[in-house]
């Protein structure tokens, strides 16, 4: 099975508005670590948010929030206000367990375009 | 500023030319990651070290190699590369454990093509 699930291959906005991109996820680990991820067409990653599973609150970080739904199993990046250098690739990603050794699971991306 | 970097960002190549991708880090990080992502795709990771340790994914081709002779640095071999190594090659790094999953920290990549 898909450890981490993206279902969205592209997406469109309309500036100013927010969007909701989702992930679903699979583990049997109670600690684990939710990740999202900006790729610009540069190539870069640019780490945006994380969620412990353990957090009971959403992890927000400016225009950006994490809803995390544990029983579902879901960790959907909702941006708010959308600009048009929000244009990019998205990536969200989980690690199973504490270890920073852990391997890194990423999905397979949401592509957000932003209209002006 | 602390950072993770890659050179060259541009690398062209022959066919079953050998080539050496580099990776150098000031964040002082023990985990050190290389992955093979290709267009609209996924990162796929191929392999990466724990300090000296070395962890190779399952489905890593042999042709691909890894060396890591200290903390800072880290060298991705193509030994015989071919037209379907053509990728961007991203290297990132994760600090030691915290007791709590941390974030990797990638470098700008290199984009590799192979003529």
Redesign the interface.
């Known amino acids: 099975a898909q450890k981490i699930t993206q279902t969205q291959p592209g997406m469109f906005v309309q500036e100013k508005e927010a969007v909701t991109l989702d992930c679903t996820y699979d583990t049997s680990d109670q600690s684990y670590g939710l990740f999202w991820y900006k790729q610009p067409s540069s190539g870069e990653m640019i780490f945006l948010i994380y969620q412990g599973s353990y957090d009971e609150q959403n992890a927000t970080e400016g225009r950006y929030s994490l809803n995390f739904q544990k029983a579902r199993k879901s960790a959907n990046l909702v941006i708010s206000a959308s600009q048009l250098g929000d244009s990019a690739m998205y990536f969200c990603a989980m690690r199973e367990g504490l270890y920073n050794f852990n391997k890194f699971y990423f999905g397979s991306g949401t592509k957000l375009n932003v209209k002006p | 500023d602390a950072m993770v970097i890659q050179n060259p960002r541009y690398q062209v190549t022959q066919f079953g030319k050998p080539v050496t991708l580099s990776c150098s880090q000031t964040l002082n990080h ?2 050190m ?1 290389w992955y093979q ?1 290709k267009s ?4 796929k ?1 191929l392999f ?1 070290y ?1 300090d000296k340790d070395f ?1 190779n994914e399952a489905d890593t081709p042999d042709n691909f190699q890894s060396r890591r002779p200290n903390t800072s640095f880290c060298f991705l071999d193509i030994r015989s590369p071919g037209l379907g190594d053509a990728a ?1 090659y ?1 290297c ?1 790094t ?16 290199t ?1 590799l093509l192979v003529l």
């Open positions: 023990n985990v990651y992502q609209s795709q996924a990162p990771l990466h724990y962890n961007m991203l990132a994760s600090p030691r454990n915290s007791g709590r999953p941390e974030t990797q920290y990638f470098g700008p990549g984009r």
